[in-house]
């Protein structure tokens, strides 16, 4: 069998800077294994596995399928109490069993539940005894994602960090590729991010990419699993690459990109590419890497953008902006607002850790107003309000604040259940800068038609 | 796709209803690695308690289980909606490791002194039954000093099925019946039971109750509010729709007060007339008699026109439906008989022995009834019966969609009222809108199969 991931990360959370003593009201994050069943389905022909109760596989598949609109299918061990009392080794061996028998998967990744973390579960021994009992070896990848310790932005780094470690071996010769480590991202963004380094004719290893098996097409019959995701010969090759570039900023030590770098790899960390001056940086990077100048369509579409923000840069010249999101994606809109004149003045995660502080404490101060990590929905609206915060941006689940503030809502990030199309999402490039930037100021004049008087057509 | 249906499995599958029935396995634990639909004992409490508007609900465990069931249901409520918020304890590593009860009293007297609820559900999931806080103490502590009934919920997803939580809800529900004052309730007076007010429905049924000069005591759960369910032993006649969830409390509150109960549906305009005039001829009045005669007869003239218009371009389709419940599976396999449209494959996550057997009694001989199914399953059997239109839950909808066949939402995050006469012509409307939809005949499974029935001939 491969290499189980063994590396239990052994720090203990102490970022509690909006947790405190109170109780969370209104969630701004999800649970960690939610994040690895995201991220198993961007590698083809891989299936996860929740190991625990049979609710945490349902409501993750819920979640994922209201978003995505797409099937998602996660297995889950099942626990009852005898599992809980006694261990759920056996029911991780059938689990895996019927997984095979119905799936076919090219690879399966198993991450736990709450229960079986707290019981004690030694996944990685069941899992070395389950293969060393059959004749031919189930591949199989493994992430601890406790979630009393981390959120799904964690447990998709987790995942992310377990596939590539466990994968990528194969120190072959070299090869025009590049590699990306994104986090996460919209199927959209996610094939614009390919379209881009593939600009630079270089094949592009994303880990993960469900743009397709997450934004599928119809097909002529049902497929157990979707087709896409990035092929597992392409991730052991993954050292082969010319260089790594790691767009997340959450993962914990080690990193995939870590990994990949103690393999010998050439790794680079960058921001999401919102925005010109982070997506000039992204497109630097891969200039340098390739050799290659910067293809013509892009060079086009930077320009449109510029074009753009000349257009209606006076609609959003100071405008209060709330986020709140995953860290990555906080941070990439937040540079993104300040390079438009627009306030990012309150920026909150729900993700339980410092990226977000860190990233933003670097900016000249008085960028931001408040910076809220491993915070609530509460919590959010009481910052927005004494910043007298005038539009938010981010998932469906902030409507109710939105709405008990009175100001619009922009929707991106994840989830977005209040909308068809939430996968179409496009906010990276110059291309996706662009939705973005046409979206703000029109999600402003919308609001400043509606609350006129004269009820102006031309504007 | 290929398929094969798990050895675990096939008892629970039943092809055939003829002559002598093949009993359909069921109410066990779902097979480990088969991806089921369902959730878990949690969910189960969850989803029967969700409605009870004034009380605050607190999810005692790590973010997530709180996280998946924040506003999720389309219960509506006429005044207050403390439901509709999501409070976790959201416990952390070191609270599993020294337990939670602390921050569980902490967080408990927080939220009731910043929203006055009239009562608390505290729900304790998986890891507080690994861990053993004793979360009846902390509620009964809280309960004596701040006047309110604070009900512990023993909803650990590992404790069983979904219907086991059906259980642990209802236990939570008797312990707050037999609280309140029943003076003044008179003779013909009703609990309406497994109700959850979605989109309104119990307003709906209310409606009709008042006309016919029966008096509502409690909804058990729709719109529902501390002080009505505390006086519920007060009422004649329990009338009790999701049987599923709800027959315990029913017979419950037989053994304890002696009040009789009945089992009825309101999906169809067939199972609607039948329950109210089964309420109707319970108390006996002439003059209820002949009001419900007069409404059923009003109600029927206003809906008969349109359902027979919907009928004829409805004649000959297929449907599936999979649903939470049996009661419900009935109702349905009726409605849709109603309009044309017959059920060939027929599922619940929760029925039972008794209640498969009906089933299968109402289905026609042909019908495939299935238990506790898997979107491989699903996707294989609306397939080989050449279903027109599904109908069950967000989890259901893509396999529907991918297969090129229409779909109905018929559980409890929907937005459209679906019960009572007005509602039987709204579900005629949802199953016309997907059914005889032009879109499916571009579908390729469709298209190239020449598979089109009826009226979906290309143009």
Same mark, same amino acid.
């Given at each position: 069998m491969m290499a189980v991931d063994t590396q239990v990360t052994k720090e203990i959370s102490e970022v509690r800077s909006s947790y405190g003593a109170d109780a969370t009201v209104n969630p701004c994050t999800l649970c960690a294994p939610l994040g690895a069943a995201l991220a198993t389905a961007g590698i083809e022909g891989a299936i996860s596995l929740l190991h625990g109760a049979q609710g945490c596989a349902t409501y993750i598949r819920r979640y994922l399928i209201s978003h995505f609109r797409e099937p998602v299918d996660v297995a889950s061990s099942s626990f009852g109490e005898s599992q809980t009392v006694f261990g759920g080794e056996d029911n991780l061996s059938r689990a895996l069993n019927n997984i095979e028998q119905q799936y076919h998967p090219n690879i399966v990744t198993v991450a736990t539940t709450c229960v079986a973390e707290t019981v004690g579960e030694d996944v990685p021994l069941l899992l070395k005894r389950y293969n060393s009992r059959r004749a031919t070896v189930l591949p199989i990848v493994y992430a601890a994602t406790p979630s009393y310790k981390d959120g799904h932005v964690e447990g998709f780094h987790a995942m992310v960090r377990s596939i590539v470690q466990t994968l990528a071996a194969d120190a072959g010769p070299p090869e025009r590729a590049v590699n990306l480590i994104p986090p996460l991202l919209s199927p959209a963004d996610l094939r614009h991010v390919r379209e881009i380094i593939e600009g630079f004719g270089v094949r592009a290893t994303l880990v993960p990419d469900y743009s397709d098996t997450l934004d599928g097409i119809i097909l002529d019959e049902y497929r157990a699993l979707p087709q896409g995701g990035t092929p597992l010969n392409e991730i052991e090759r993954m +050292?082969?690459?010319l260089t790594t570039i790691d767009l997340t900023?959450? !993962?914990?030590? $080690?990193r995939a990109s870590d990994i990949l770098a103690s393999r010998g790899s050439q790794t680079r960390l960058l921001g999401l590419p919102i925005g010109v001056r982070a997506t000039d940086a992204f497109v630097e990077a891969l200039a340098q890497e390739t050799s290659l100048d910067c293809p013509q369509w892009l060079v086009k579409e930077r320009g449109r953008l510029l074009d753009a923000y000349a257009d209606g840069h006076k609609y959003v010249f100071g405008k209060r902006v709330g986020l709140y999101g995953d860290p990555e994606l906080v941070t990439g809109l937040a540079m993104f607002l300040l390079e438009i004149g627009a306030r990012p003045v309150v920026c909150a995660t729900g993700a339980r850790n410092r990226a977000l502080t860190k990233a933003l404490e670097q +900016? $000249?101060? !008085?960028?931001?107003?408040e910076i809220l990590d491993d915070t609530d929905f509460a919590k959010f609206e009481a910052a927005c309000r004494r910043t007298s915060t005038e539009l938010l941006m981010g998932s469906s689940k902030g409507y109710g604040t939105a709405r008990s503030l009175g100001i619009p809502l922009l929707r991106l990030g994840f989830p977005v259940h209040d909308r068809i199309g939430a996968g179409r999402i496009q906010i990276v490039g110059y291309r996706g800068t662009l939705w973005l930037f046409d979206s703000i100021v029109n999600v402003l004049l919308e609001r400043r038609q509606e609350a006129s008087n004269v009820g102006y057509s031309y504007l | 796709m290929e398929f094969e249906l798990l050895k675990d499995r096939q008892s629970q599958v039943v092809r055939s209803q003829r002559r002598e029935v093949t009993p359909v396995d069921c109410n066990k634990a779902s097979v480990a690695g088969s991806v089921s639909q369902r959730a878990c004992t949690f969910c189960g409490s969850r989803v029967v308690l969700y409605p009870i508007a004034d009380a605050l609900h607190l999810v005692h465990g790590p973010v997530g289980c709180a996280a998946y069931t924040w506003d999720i249901r389309g219960a509506l409520s006429s005044g207050p909606e403390l439901h509709r918020i999501s409070c976790s304890t959201d416990l952390r590593e070191k609270d599993v490791v020294f337990g939670g009860e602390h921050r569980l009293e902490i967080s408990l007297r927080q939220l009731i002194s910043k929203y006055s609820p009239k009562a608390a559900f505290v729900y304790g999931t998986c890891v507080i039954g690994v861990i053993g806080d004793d979360v009846a103490a902390v509620c009964r502590r809280v309960e004596l000093d701040v006047g309110i009934p604070i009900i512990p919920v023993l909803a650990e997803g590992f404790r069983g099925t979904k219907r086991d939580g059906y259980n642990a809800a209802t236990s939570a529900l008797l312990t707050l019946i037999g609280r309140g004052d029943t003076s003044g309730?008179?003779?013909?007076s009703i609990n309406l039971m497994g109700d959850f007010n979605v989109a309104g429905e119990s307003w709906i049924i209310k409606k009709y109750f008042e006309q016919m000069g029966v008096e509502v005591v409690s909804v058990l759960t729709g719109d529902g509010r501390v002080d009505e369910i505390s006086r519920a032993h007060g009422a004649r006649l329990n009338i009790v729709q999701c049987a599923g969830s709800m027959t315990p409390l029913a017979q419950g509150m037989q053994e304890r007060y002696g009040i009789p109960f009945i089992r009825v549906s309101f999906f169809g305009i067939e199972d609607t007339s039948d329950a109210l005039y089964r309420t109707a001829k319970f108390f006996g009045s002439p003059s209820i008699l002949n009001n419900t005669q007069a409404l059923v007869s009003a109600e029927l003239s206003r809906v008969l026109p349109e359902l027979r218009a919907i009928r004829r371009e409805l004649q000959g389709k297929r449907a599936g439906l999979y649903v939470g419940g049996a009661f419900k599976a009935f109702s349905l396999v009726r409605a849709l008989r109603q309009l044309g449209v017959s059920v060939v494959v027929a599922g619940t996550q929760t029925g039972n022995q008794e209640e498969y057997a009906e089933l299968q009694a109402v289905c026609d001989e042909d019908t495939i009834i299935v238990d506790d199914t898997n979107p491989l399953e699903l996707a294989a059997f609306l397939v080989e019966k050449d279903v027109d239109v599904f109908i069950g839950g967000v989890k259901e909808r893509p396999v529907a969609y991918k297969l090129g066949i229409g779909f109905c939402d018929h559980n409890h995050e929907r937005k459209i009222a679906l019960a009572g006469f007005e509602g039987a012509v709204a579900f005629a409307r949802e199953i016309h809108a997907t059914a005889t939809s032009p879109i499916w005949s571009l579908m390729p499974r469709r298209a190239q199969a020449g598979k089109m029935r009826n009226n979906e001939a290309e143009p």
């Open positions: +050292l082969r690459s900023m959450t !993962g914990k030590a $080690p +900016l $000249p101060s !008085g960028s931001v107003e | 309730i008179g003779k013909h």
